[in-house]
Structures are given as structure tokens and as C-alpha cells.
């Protein structure tokens, strides 16, 4: 969406405030990631028996992959170490965009304002007008 007002915008300028038409809370996402990644990855036997560097390898070589994959597919935003500081995902519409996703500290519902920037492509950080 061009930048209202001709003025020149770029990836993560602030626009302007929004009322919230549509949400759905997706932050369950974020305990799939934890079951279906961390889980298994903390059950690794790590021990420093006769084969340490080979297991180590594999767990280092698991992680980096794990976390190519969430980047290239921009599933960043269910990363567990975001719901620990409170950080909630919500699919929400606005009147000028439909479906988004926006990260939000705090807890959204609908007719809610906010104030959107721009992380990636459909993917918002949010903040509640009060």
C-alpha cells in the first residue's frame, strides 16, 4: 500500500492509526513451535561420552536449520522468547488491510485502535492508542 499523502515511506515508518475490525488470537503458534522444536532438541543426549563433537554437530547443525526455516518462511514472530516478555500474535483486519498479522505487548480485541510499523510483508509490531 503506498504511503498516504504522497509522503515518502519506508520499511517500518509508523502509519496511521487503525480500528481493529476483525482478530483472531493466533499465539498458539507459538506453543507448536514449542512442541514440535524445543522439546525435542532439549531431549539431545549431550553427554561428553567417546563421541562429543559428532552429537554436538548434529544439535548445532538442527538449530541453525530449524531457524533458516522459521526465517525464509517469515514465521519469526512465534518465537517462545517473545511470549516470555509478553509479546501476544493476533491475525487481525483493519478497514484498508485484511488478514495481517501484528505483534502486540499486551492483549488486543476487536474496535480497538492501534498503531501499526511495518516488520516484513503482512507481518505488523503494534501498539494500542489509548
Known sequence: MPCPFQLPCSKGAPELPATITKIQNIHYETLAFLATYIIPLASFDLDFGLEPPRTFAVFIA??????????????????????????????????????????????LKQGDQIRTRNIEEDIYFSKKIK
Open 62 to 107: 538442527m538449530l541453525l536449520l530449524i531457524g533458516a526455516i522459521y526465517i525464509r518462511t517469515n514465521l519469526y514472530y512465534t518465537n517462545p522468547t517473545l511470549a516470555i516478555f509478553g509479546y501476544r500474535v493476533y491475525k487481525i483486519s483493519t478497514a484498508t488491510k485484511t488478514d495481517i498479522i501484528v505483534v502486540s505487548l499486551g492483549r
